[in-house]
């Protein structure tokens, strides 16, 4: 049992602090994810490409892959810097889902093939696993691959694909096999979105950012777009994460977050007394603290498995649900803290801290990319505690 | 980076488990909460024999280089058999405290309480409920003879076979200003009166009416007591968590056993979602708790503050453990309301638990402090 880092771990943290203090203006907020603003895309895309050119996208991958090979530690102290500083390193479909889709079941050919672009950012990947009629369920999904000679021709529909417009390719989930059990009939494709047959319509969210539904009517895909072997995707989706060397670090943005709220219970008063001063406050701050601190932890729990081999224990399924669960609670008692100031967008003068709390609140039901939380309790229950299904 | 327990310790927790299923099993505890001693002595001298009673303790005090980490892998199975026990108020809270007295006034009685011959019980709370040094109310007076108490201590465990009561008093205002003090309960001007309880534990008030005590039993220094308690607090506290995580795990093996073989409308009822969610809700619950004291235990084992730590263990295994015991009712339904079911051996402790070593509000309150700038 150790819960501290090493002496070469705390000082890679340094490099990458020195590295964000060069790389980004100290006054900008990016939150790539929600926010449309042309020029914002444009300093995430140059940002990443930095990011490329130091090796740290592919920071744990196979150094003949375009990596650095270096541990799963340094990749999450990277992810907590870089979310602390709310970095816009994009292209996680690139390097989490898909280079972990490669690392996982990809041949030696596609590896040496794909990798080193997704290490220096040469396309952008958008995500095509969620289709209208398979959400949790997404092993029912029913867009299509077909063979044609070499290549594939793929129909279907996928929605929410999150970054679609901004995107060169999509990591695409197809049915190769409609007879084989839902699970063994799926593949995954790099497909190109400027391909004919590919149309897309905005899909806007409240949290200010456009998803999109995506057409696919009858994309040609080349044979040699084909990630791994056919028929495995859905075992590479499910493994894919961490082997890209993903990393959660969720916690390092909620505490930004909550530190925000701190600095202001520590400097506004409300009848007469300061906020931090208040019980009720009080309760709620360390409820918000026990949810970054417990979130910080199963963030380096799942390292330490990770890192020693050892199988995640509830099925690798209840950090998801507790962060899950978090997110929107957390949201909801930081704007019960703030009080009516709380529905107060940014360009209001009043807005607390920049229109924290109310952005924030809209934010926080992303929550279910991904899959539900009630989707990974199942999970928990059955694998994770040995109850039927 | 590693947040899980070491071979060693998943082998202590082995023997400790063995050991209490073997010499406590659940009937006995029953049998326990009806018996006049309240623990099982031939027990607490088996732990003496592991050196459990003084693990943590420095080696010439009579430790044998335990970690907090290693008592905690004891307590969540002090925790997971309900093992009533003097363990935190004498070897923890007690022993803690004495072992940080620098002068060596009272290494005999330290000794004995060591071989598992002298308890000595921490009496803190008083009237008012209230928890931690500000808390500390009861009067101590100097006088040409040395020092005179005057007041009323409650939930005090084990006063009836303590051999010393080790007494927080106020002797001035200020940060500190409270002082120790090692009173004999035969002492002319002690009472102990039982206080029934929800747990059937053994828990008194203990009242002193112009008791006089020497400078021979005044523990540390006068007016620092809290320098030597509040160390031995925060390891207590720590050790009640990981007691509350050992119940936690009881009740999940309990509450998911019971799903899996109790049937209703020709299924098991784990095979409900809504009970499914029940069972998940005490795994996260205990599993949130767990990281935390270990984390917590982890620190003090190193020396690192851990003050926020600490509270914020407490603040979640209090809050827990009341959740955990809910779920393992709603689980169990009406069964778990009769006394032949284990649940409520368990629910009936958590209450006490709930409150011991400061309640959520108050450990919120102490994370919230380190907030303030």
């Known amino acids: 049992m150790d819960f501290a880092f090493t002496a070469e771990e705390n000082a890679f943290r340094q490099e990458v602090r020195a590295f964000l203090d060069a790389e980004l203006p100290p006054d900008k907020a990016f939150n790539h994810e929600f926010n449309e603003d042309p020029d914002l895309w444009r300093f995430a895309f140059e940002f990443t490409r930095k990011v490329g050119a130091r ?87 029913s867009t299509r691959a077909e063979r044609d000679g070499d290549d594939w021709i793929v129909t279907g529909q996928k929605t929410y694909t ?43 969210n409240m949290a200010g950012g456009r998803q999109n539904h995506t057409y696919l009517d009858g994309v040609r895909v080349p044979g040699t777009m084909l990630i791994g072997e056919e028929g495995k995707g859905w075992s590479y989706i499910m493994n894919a994460f961490y082997a890209g060397g993903g990393a959660g670090a969720r916690h390092a943005e909620m505490r930004l977050m909550l530190d925000e709220v701190i600095n202001y ?85 009043w807005a607390p801290f920049d229109g924290g709390a109310e952005a924030w609140y809209r934010w926080s039901y992303a929550n279910h990319a991904g899959g539900t939380s009630q989707v990974k309790r199942m999970v928990l229950a059955t694998r994770g505690l040995g109850l039927p299904r | 980076m590693d947040t899980t327990l070491d071979d060693g310790h998943e082998e202590l927790g082995r023997i400790a488990r063995q050991l209490f299923e073997a010499r406590c099993p659940l009937a006995t505890v029953r049998q326990l909460e009806q018996d006049d001693l309240g623990y099982l002595p ?19 005090l009579g430790g044998s280089g335990g970690t907090l980490v290693d008592l905690s892998v004891i307590y969540q199975e002090l925790g997971r058999s309900l093992v009533p026990s003097p363990h935190l108020a004498s070897a923890v809270i007690a ?51 040395g020092y005179e108490i005057d007041g009323t201590k409650i939930l005090v465990p084990y006063a009836h076979v303590a051999t010393r009561v080790l007494v927080a008093a106020r002797s001035q205002a200020g940060p500190d200003g409270t002082t120790l003090f090692l009173v ?84 098991p009822i784990g095979q409900f979602q809504a009970v499914q969610f029940l069972c998940t809700d005490i795994a996260i619950d205990t599993h949130l708790t767990e ?11 190193n020396g690192l503050p851990a003050r926020r730590e600490v509270s914020m263990a407490k603040a979640q295994a209090s809050r827990a453990i009341q959740r955990i015991v809910h779920r393992a009712h709603e689980v169990h339904a009406g069964v778990a309301f009769m006394v032949e079911t284990d649940v409520q051996l368990y629910t009936r402790r958590a209450k006490h638990w709930e409150f011991d070593l400061g309640d959520a509000r108050y450990h919120d309150d102490m994370i919230a402090a380190g907030l303030e700038v």
Not at chain 1, 68 to 93: K, S
Not at chain 1, 320 to 348: D, M, W, Y
Not at chain 2, 197 to 221: C, M, R, Y
Not at chain 2, 239 to 264: D, F, H, N, P, T
């Open chain 1, 55 to 141: 090796g740290w996208i592919g920071l744990t991958w196979p150094v003949e892959y375009g990596g650095l090979g270096r541990t799963q530690t340094e990749r999450l102290i990277l992810a907590e810097e870089f979310t602390a500083r709310d970095a816009p390193m994009v292209n996680a479909i690139g390097w989490g889902l898909a280079a972990g889709a490669l690392l996982v079941g990809g041949s030696e050919e596609q590896k040496k093939r794909f990798l080193p672009g997704i290490a220096a950012f040469d396309r952008f990947w958008a995500e095509g696993l969620t289709e209208p009629d398979s959400g949790s369920d997404l092993a029912s999904l």
């Open chain 2, 95 to 145: 022993g803690e405290a004495l072992v940080r007295d620098q002068s060596s006034r009272h290494h005999d009685l330290l000794a004995s309480m060591v071989a598992g011959r002298a308890i000595v019980v921490p009496a803190l709370m008083e009237e008012d409920a209230g928890f931690g040094p500000d808390a500390v109310n009861l009067p101590s007076r100097a006088t040409p003879a």
């Open chain 2, 184 to 267: 004999d309960p035969a002492a002319d001007g002690v009472a102990i009166t039982p206080m029934p309880n929800i747990a059937d534990i053994p828990l008194f008030a203990v009242t002193f009416d112009s008791v006089v005590l020497s400078s021979e039993d005044v523990v540390g220094e006068i007016g620092q007591g809290w320098s030597l308690l509040g160390p031995a607090l925060d390891r207590a506290t720590v050790l009640r968590c990981a007691e509350i995580v050992g119940a936690g795990k009881q009740l999940l093996e309990l509450s998911v056993e019971y799903a899996l073989q109790r049937k209703q409308f020709g299924r």
């Open chain 1, 265 to 349: 219970c520590n400097t506004t008063t409300r009848g007469g007394v300061l906020l931090i001063k208040d019980p009720i406050v009080r309760s709620q701050l360390a409820e918000l603290e026990l949810m970054v601190e417990t979130e910080r932890l199963l963030s380096y729990e799942s390292l330490s498995n990770a890192t020693n081999r050892r199988p995640p224990q509830f099925g690798g399924a209840l950090g998801v649900v507790v962060s899950k669960e978090n997110k929107p609670l957390f949201a909801q008692t930081i704007t019960k803290i703030v009080g009516p100031l709380a529905q107060l967008r940014q360009e209001s003068r």
């Open chain 1, 162 to 204: 999150t970054w679609g417009h901004h995107a060169d390719v999509m990591f695409l989930a197809a049915r190769t096999d409609p007879e084989a059990p839902p699970h063994h009939g799926i593949s995954v494709f790099c497909l190109d979105l400027n391909a004919p047959g590919v149309s897309l319509a905005p899909l806007y």
């Open chain 2, 42 to 60: 031939a027990l607490w001298e088996e732990m003496a024999g592991l050196d459990w009673l003084s693990l943590t303790y420095p080696e010439a």
């Open chain 2, 291 to 301: 990281l935390l004291c270990h984390q917590a235990a982890w620190r003090l084992d």
